[in-house]
Nanobody, 120 residues
Framework: QVQLVESGGGLVQPGGSLRLSCVAS????????INWYRQAPGKERELVAT????????SYAESVKGRFTISRDNAKNTVYLQMNSLKYEDTAVYYC?????????????WGQGTQVTVSS
């Protein structure tokens, strides 16, 4: 079965940095695009960053461009989200996500999430 496990969240002051990790198993990680989403209290889950299977193409939400960097290490089945210059509005639960082919077609897969809290 597909599993995604996020880690690296925590409490950080404004302007600080965190590095999130997502470790994958149960599928051929190197063949899939991986996404980071986040969900703040009272808001819908939003796409934060995307990285293609080889890592050659990345994309970011406008709100995080220049501050966040997505990367991956296919040998370790891991995708990272380096978050710098953190702001109060970055507070959310962060999830990694991918789509895999299952019995019913394309299946979304989610990790359990990791909490990021930016507070002074």
């Amino acid at each position: 079965q597909v599993q995604l496990v996020e880690s690296g969240g925590g409490l950080v002051q404004p302007g600080g940095s965190l590095r999130l990790s997502c470790v994958a198993s149960g599928f051929t990680f190197s063949s899939y695009t991986i996404n980071w989403y986040r969900q703040a209290p009272g808001k819908e889950r939003e796409l934060v960053a995307t990285i293609t299977s080889s890592g050659g193409v990345t994309s970011y939400a406008e709100s995080v461009k220049g501050r966040f960097t997505i990367s991956r290490d296919n040998a370790k089945n891991t995708v990272y989200l380096q978050m710098n210059s953190l702001k109060y509005e970055d507070t959310a639960v962060y999830y990694c996500n991918t789509l895999t082919l299952g019995p019913l077609g394309a299946t979304p897969n989610w990790g359990q999430g990791t909490q990021v809290t930016v507070s002074s």
